[in-house]
């Protein structure tokens, strides 16, 4: 569904991304990991048209999108959860949730992917009428999700999603992912958290400083020594 091949992306002079290229086959969940500056997040904003690339290309259900427009991605079938929720502080829950539909023109199909987005987040719900910047961090978190769906992504980005967030609200998070991919969504994870990311995806990608270090499935990166040691605390 999606491949990047041979990207260097700068920031100024900063060379951020040098020559990442990685695939996500569709129904997968892929979890991209490193430290803090690896390059996971400039990946996605590369991807999903933010940041052009100098060189290298991305491919989606074989078009390249490397100079399309973030609109015409989002058209496409690809949406982003930006790291830090993003979600519009001034709008209630449920018009949060509608400007995910913006490019939609099915109301009826609107109006059940809204129950849809419920059932996930029951306690979004409970809120629709509240305002966004009234909401805690794991329902601004549900909230950024549940908007991102009202799209209808074929493809879901997915950037730190468990940042800031209590481990019980994190397991709630990453079990709706979950369900988000079994009912029919591909899924790139950005995660700080390997332990969980690892947990949940079928493969997974090391970042160190812009390149990819290590690649494999999500059993061989959790018994890889390095990938042990570095990311997961364990010996």
Request: aromatic share 4%; glycine share 12%.
């Amino acid at each position: 569904m999606l491949k990047l091949d041979g990207i260097h992306t700068f920031y100024g002079s900063i060379h951020a991304l040098k020559g990442v290229s990685l695939e996500v086959n569709q129904g997968e969940i892929v979890t991209l990991i490193g430290a803090n500056g690896a390059g996971k997040s400039t990946t996605l904003m590369t991807l999903c048209g933010v940041i052009r690339p100098k060189q290298g290309t991305v491919t989606f259900n074989g078009q390249d999108i490397t100079r399309v427009s973030t609109e015409k991605i989002v058209k496409l079938g690809v949406t982003q959860v930006p790291e830090g929720r993003m979600i519009f502080p001034r709008l209630t829950v449920i018009e949060n949730l509608r400007m995910g539909a913006y490019l939609r023109r099915d109301p009826d199909g609107v109006k059940a992917d809204e129950e849809k987005v419920f059932g996930l987040f029951p306690r979004l719900k409970e809120r629709r009428g509240q305002y966004g910047g009234t909401l805690s961090g794991g329902e601004q978190q549900m909230l950024a999700i549940g908007r991102a769906i009202m799209a209808r992504p074929s493809l879901l980005l997915l950037d730190e999603p468990s940042l800031g967030l209590a481990p019980i609200v994190v397991e709630n998070i990453f079990d709706v992912i979950v369900n988000i991919n079994k009912a029919g969504t591909t899924v790139l994870l950005v995660e700080q958290n390997a332990q969980m990311a690892l947990h949940i995806a079928h493969r997974g990608y090391v970042l160190t400083t812009g390149e990819v270090h290590l690649t494999g499935t999500s059993k061989e990166l959790l018994e890889n020594p390095q990938v042990r040691a570095a990311y997961l605390g364990l010996e």
